[in-house]
């Protein structure tokens, strides 16, 4: 006999032996109901209810049997080829469970994957990307030539402001209130090694969170601003032949990475960042726009070193090195406190961040050269920047350690014992923010292993093109 037959025969038989058990009084009520509800009903009445219970009697007997272990008996050990699956838990919630018997401490937690940082390693191109070239001789010639190449002009600023004016009208419809605008501290049109994983064009969407229509299902900011961007990249790949590249949205302020459409004449498109209610590319824009007027050998000395940082592959944000807007704040930190025995070029910049008032201008100022002052930004920070105790702030314009409300940001090795203290940068617009947090050991090494080469050539005369020679990571290792 099936096993579900054998069930609701089973169910039937212990129904009629708790009936018989009742006495005479509650089995006369019981008829008298039964009879009072079935007498009100016609025929096809009790047909349909006869037919119904059979019914649910054969689907009873068509499910499933499970086999129910007695009690006492033992369960059988799964076989190799029944592997049982462990839950999914976090490294956090391990390590906390993981307690000392007989102490009753935590046990310090195993190496974690995130500490397990993997080095770059060399990849097939379609597009090798060429070594920059120099028309003119010698440092000081070949460094004027390059700020000439890649400092804004005014068909650059076109170029952005095109961009950003077809982005508001692919936008305003499914965002009517969004303001739109373009950023950019370089010429972007000129193409640079890692120039899509580092573009010098930022676009910042802004709009009132509340006005979107998403809104309603979402409380986090941090989620919102995520939709947003996603709700934009979607609107401008579908409709404004923008092409996608990669995302970022594990920093404070998320972006994506596009291709833009080409713009005014020009032969290929140019990679942006799109932003969503972002303040960083304003910051670095406000920053740079001050520095060119107290000295325009600051803005040359930004973008010289921002292109350097950018061809030698540790300005990419996304991999764990310093984004464009650290590099600036390090090469005004130098115009302030590195010049050594000469006076500094750029005074602090605290009135500028509070209250956007001009600092006054160094006087008398130092006679050094782009060339001059590009060498000593890879000396200072090679040889006589401390890592460990000095904290760059171009708010204080002064030597000193970090501030106690700047988190100190330490590095845990692979091993997942070994530390060491990273680079501590102040945001000057947000003071207890520390820049320097997105490094791990292994791009922190090869932040100090590309200034130490920087100084070594530069020191031993080699050109620019040399120093400039875009970067490549080594080969994989055959296993």
């Known amino acids: ?35 009072c509800a079935v007498l009100p009903l016609e025929v ?17 007997t068509l499910e499933p049997s499970v086999k129910h272990v007695p009690k006492g008996a033992k369960i059988p050990k799964s076989t190799p080829s029944e592997p049982r699956v462990a839950p999914c838990r976090s ?6 469970k993981d307690t000392d018997k007989k102490h009753g401490q935590l046990q310090p937690p195993a190496a974690s994957p995130r500490f397990q940082v993997k080095a ?26 390059l700020v000439q190449k890649i400092m804004p002009t005014t068909e650059s600023r076109a170029s952005v402001n095109a961009i950003a004016a077809k982005v508001n009208k692919l936008l305003s419809p ?9 950023f950019a501290t370089s010429n972007p049109m000129g193409g640079t090694a890692f120039g899509v994983a580092v573009p010098e064009v930022d676009i910042i969407v802004t709009m009132n969170p509340m006005s979107y229509c998403g809104s309603r299902s979402t409380h986090d900011p941090s989620k919102l601003q995520k939709s947003l961007i996603r709700t934009c990249t979607d609107r401008l790949v579908s409709h404004g032949a923008f092409k996608f590249r990669r995302s970022a949205f594990r920093g404070s302020e998320p972006k994506v990475t596009l291709i833009a459409p080409a713009a005014n004449d020009a032969d290929a498109g140019i990679p942006i960042n799109l932003w969503v209610n972002a303040c960083t590319p304003a910051h670095a824009t406000a920053l740079f726009e ?14 010289l070193v921002r292109r350097w940082a950018k061809d030698r592959g540790v300005s990419h944000a996304a991999k764990g090195h310093l984004g464009p807007y650290c590099w600036m704040l390090l090469a005004i930190y130098y115009l302030q406190v590195g010049m050594q025995d000469e006076t500094p070029i750029l005074p602090e910049l605290s009135n500028l961040v509070k209250s956007g008032q001009m600092p006054s201008k160094v006087a008398p100022m130092s006679s050094a050269t782009i060339a001059e002052l590009f060498k000593g930004f890879l000396e200072f920070y090679s040889q006589h920047f401390n890592w ?19 988190p100190v940001h330490v590095l845990l090795h692979e091993d997942g014992k070994s530390t060491q203290v990273g680079i501590s940068i102040e945001n000057p617009f947000e003071v207890q923010t520390n820049m320097g947090d997105c490094l791990n050991w292994l791009t922190l090494d090869r932040l100090r292993e590309e200034l130490g080469r920087g100084h070594d050539l530069s020191s031993r005369g080699a050109s620019l093109a040399e120093l400039l020679e875009p970067w490549s990571p080594p080969d994989q290792p055959d296993n």
Request: charge should be positive.
């Open 1 to 35: 006999m099936p096993t579900g037959k054998l069930d609701t025969t089973t169910a039937v038989a212990a129904a009629l032996r708790s009936v018989r058990q009742l006495d005479v009084r509650t089995k006369c009520i019981l008829m008298a109901g039964t009879i």
């Open 44 to 60: 096809h009445h009790l047909l349909a209810a006869v037919v119904g219970a059979l019914g649910y009697m054969l689907l009873q």
């Open 91 to 96: 490294n956090k919630a391990m390590a906390a």
């Open 120 to 145: 770059d390693v060399k990849k097939p191109s379609a597009v090798p990307v060429r070594a920059l070239t120099f028309k003119a001789t010698g440092w000081e010639a070949e460094v004027e030539e």
């Open 174 to 182: 499914v965002l009517p209130e969004v303001v739109v605008d373009g």
């Open 290 to 303: 001050a520095c060119g007027k107290l000295d325009s050998r600051a803005q040359a000395l930004i973008l």
């Open 388 to 406: 460990r105790n000095e904290a760059v702030s171009v708010r204080l314009g002064k030597r000193s350690p970090p501030d106690v409300s700047l």
